[in-house]
């Protein structure tokens, strides 16, 4: 019943649906020799991999704003972060989640496509069938980087802010044991953001360096895989 663990089973539930969107298509696909998968499939899968993803995301930010409560405000905590509030946190996490897939669906399913088509990549990556599309894509491309921008950055600002205050809390703490027992608390929540942000801002340098859609390809297997599987490990120490 306390709100860290109520959210950490919310990013554990986004982490395994996360995952389980991509590697069980790979290891099939590495099984059968067959890397084919339908349309319809693929839209799914994309759609499914956006809706995880962003979650994945809106819960980091949540937990940092927990971790901003606890360490700024200690004796406020449990009025501030009621049940209520956490309940609608993740509601509003699920619900922007969920419109950010659709709205991203529905405007590839807008494109026309080749009959045979080959994507560069493991999974049904949004950027790379926007670039497949044989029809006029600047209005998706619009959109993608308007979503980013507030679904990606809006987030991270958020966490930036959080943990800004929640350092110049920690830094007029006056002894050195009150220091590390508040860092300690959200040493766990920095690592998985830290590894989180770290390994998508790597993936698209690395891409954007080498232009090799193969090194693209290995760099994502870092946070569609490693890191969800990562997270628990960290939370379990």
Same mark, same amino acid.
């Given at each position: 019943?306390?709100?860290?663990?109520? &959210?950490? %089973?919310? =990013? *554990?539930?986004?982490?395994?649906?996360?995952? $389980?969107? !991509?590697?069980?298509?790979?290891? #099939?696909?590495?099984?059968?020799?067959?890397?084919?998968?339908?349309?319809?499939?693929?839209?799914?899968?994309?759609?499914?991999?956006?809706?995880?993803?962003?979650?994945?995301?809106?819960?980091?930010?949540?937990?940092?704003?927990?971790?901003?409560?606890?360490?700024?405000?200690?004796?406020?905590?449990?009025?501030?972060?009621?049940?209520?509030?956490?309940?609608?946190?993740?509601?509003?996490?699920?619900?922007?989640?969920?419109?950010?897939?659709?709205?991203?669906?529905?405007?590839?399913?807008?494109?026309?496509?080749?009959?045979?088509?080959?994507?560069?990549? &493991?999974? %049904?990556? =949004? *950027?790379?069938?926007?670039?497949?599309?044989? $029809?006029? !894509?600047?209005?998706?491309?619009? #959109?993608?980087?308007?979503?980013?921008?507030?679904?990606?950055?809006?987030?991270?600002?958020?966490?930036?802010?959080?943990?800004?205050?929640?350092?110049?809390?920690?830094?007029?703490?006056?002894?050195?044991?009150?220091?590390?027992?508040?860092?300690?608390?959200?040493?766990?929540?920095?690592?998985?953001?830290?590894?989180?942000?770290?390994?998508?801002?790597?993936?698209?340098?690395?891409?954007?360096?080498?232009?090799?859609?193969?090194?693209?390809?290995?760099?994502?297997?870092?946070?569609?895989?490693?890191?969800?599987?990562?997270?628990?490990?960290?939370?379990?120490?």
């Amino acid at each position: 019943h306390e709100p860290m663990f109520n &959210f950490l %089973c919310n =990013l *554990s539930l986004a982490d395994i649906c996360f995952t $389980s969107t !991509t590697a069980p298509k790979m290891l #099939v696909n590495i099984q059968t020799h067959s890397k084919a998968i339908t349309f319809a499939g693929c839209i799914a899968q994309m759609g499914f991999f956006l809706l995880f993803g962003v979650l994945d995301d809106f819960v980091l930010t949540v937990m940092a704003y927990d971790r901003f409560v606890a360490i700024c405000h200690p004796l406020h905590y449990t009025v501030i972060t009621n049940p209520r509030l956490c309940g609608l946190l993740v509601l509003v996490s699920w619900i922007m989640s969920v419109l950010d897939s659709l709205l991203q669906c529905l405007m590839v399913l807008r494109l026309s496509f080749c009959p045979d088509l080959e994507i560069p990549h &493991f999974f %049904c990556e =949004l *950027s790379q069938m926007t670039q497949l599309a044989c $029809s006029d !894509t600047f209005l998706n491309n619009i #959109v993608i980087y308007f979503v980013t921008v507030l679904l990606g950055v809006g987030p991270l600002a958020g966490i930036l802010y959080s943990y800004s205050k929640i350092v110049s809390s920690i830094c007029a703490i006056p002894s050195a044991q009150g220091k590390y027992k508040a860092f300690s608390t959200c040493a766990s929540h920095l690592s998985v953001v830290s590894l989180f942000y770290g390994a998508i801002l790597g993936v698209y340098l690395s891409s954007a360096s080498t232009h090799g859609s193969q090194s693209s390809a290995v760099a994502s297997v870092m946070y569609t895989v490693v890191t969800p599987m990562l997270n628990p490990v960290i939370y379990g120490i």
